[in-house]
């Protein structure tokens, strides 16, 4: 059984080449795959391994107090897969190119999913407002699945969020507005740059699809979560979609 892992956190990494040499050391020690970011911002993580080397990997992470904090979230396959490990070092964990947009200064505030799956039963927020779920992927990822009436937007990149979004706003001013995406990388930046924008009405759905479904399962999701390797898309259960072994020297799916 493979362990599964998705995780970020934004926090100062003020030598990232240090950093990523030291992940790249002690993934490999753990025998484990996948891709790693790593930027001034913070680091992103998709890991995969057994479950003794996953959770070695993890604990020594968290020695560090600037990751003490992280939150990771598990499933599970048969087989491996990403192919090898790639741990490389970017200008940001997660490409927005937005300088109001920074969580190192500050979060946006979030909902946690079982608050929000109240919310979508009833369909209004705990003040009356009605709630709008703003998809922050792009097409490929929501061709798979996404929360039911969701606002979704015709974009490639993430960068080209704030373009698409611009023609929505007026008639999101009446609403509690929820952005989501797969982890919670591209929400947390989304949310943070719509604050910095006048549209104080945005929440972040804390842990992303992937955190939702861990906690509370797929109610309101229609269809399945696209990531970012050879399983293609998770379901409400997290079970993938293609569970096979990848070849050596394969390239994985997307990009994280």
């Known amino acids: 059984m493979i362990i599964n892992t998705a995780a970020y956190l934004f926090t100062d990494v003020d030598q990232p080449d240090v950093l ?3 992940v790249r050391e002690h993934a490999q020690a753990g025998g484990l795959k996948g891709t790693v970011l790593v930027a001034g911002e913070g680091i992103n993580l ?5 479950q003794v080397a996953i959770d070695a990997f993890y604990a020594w992470l968290r020695q560090d107090r600037r990751f003490a904090g992280i939150r990771v979230k598990y499933s599970h396959s048969e087989h491996q897969p990403f192919a090898r490990l790639k741990v490389k070092i970017k200008p940001e964990i997660i490409s927005f190119r937005r300088d109001d947009a920074s969580p190192l200064e500050r979060r946006a505030p979030t909902v ?3 608050v929000l799956r109240e919310w979508l039963s009833r369909g209004r927020d705990d003040q ?4 709008v779920m703003l998809d922050t992927r792009n097409q490929q990822e929501v061709a798979h699945g996404t929360f039911a009436g969701a606002l979704t937007l015709p974009i490639d990149k993430f960068t080209d969020l704030p373009e698409a979004l611009s023609p929505h706003r007026e008639a999101l001013s009446d609403a509690t507005v ?3 995406c797969t982890g919670g990388i591209r929400c947390e930046k989304a949310a943070l740059w719509m604050h910095a924008e006048g549209m104080d009405n945005v ?3 804390e842990g992303g699809i992937l955190g939702y479904f861990e906690e509370v399962g797929g109610e309101g999701y229609e269809g399945r979560c696209f990531v970012f390797d050879e399983r293609v898309a998770l379901d409400p259960q997290l079970h993938p979609l293609r569970d096979m072994p990848v070849a050596e020297g394969a390239e994985t799916l997307g990009k994280p």
């Open 20 to 22: 990523a040499g030291q």
């Open 46 to 50: 998709f890991l995969a391994g057994a």
């Open 112 to 114: 946690a999913p079982a």
């Open 128 to 131: 009356g407002r009605r709630v």
């Open 178 to 180: 929820v952005s989501f």
């Open 203 to 205: 929440l972040q759905l």
